[in-house]
């Protein structure tokens, strides 16, 4: 099963290569009030025309590079 995830184009300085920050809520561990956790993922581009802030789906391939392990499959509304 291939993991998908949605996030927002936060850096395209890099060359085919987007930076999405991915944001989920959690609950803490000992409070039970939801945090937001971040994280962030290089995802190849390929022959989309991207803009920092676009929100896109990204899904999980095989690695393309040393960290690049992921592509965007869809710009998203």
Partial sequence: MQKTLKGK???LKM???A???VVRKSPHPMYRKLIKISRKF????GSLSLNVGDKV???EVRPISKDKKFK???KLK
Avoid: F, P, R, W
Avoid at 42 to 45: L, P, Q, R, Y
């Fill in 72 to 74: 965007i499959l869809e």
């Fill in 19 to 21: 930076v999405v920050e």
């Fill in 15 to 17: 060359q085919k290569t």
């Fill in 42 to 45: 290089k995802a190849d581009t």
């Fill in 57 to 59: 789906k990204i899904g």
């Fill in 9 to 11: 184009i936060i850096s």
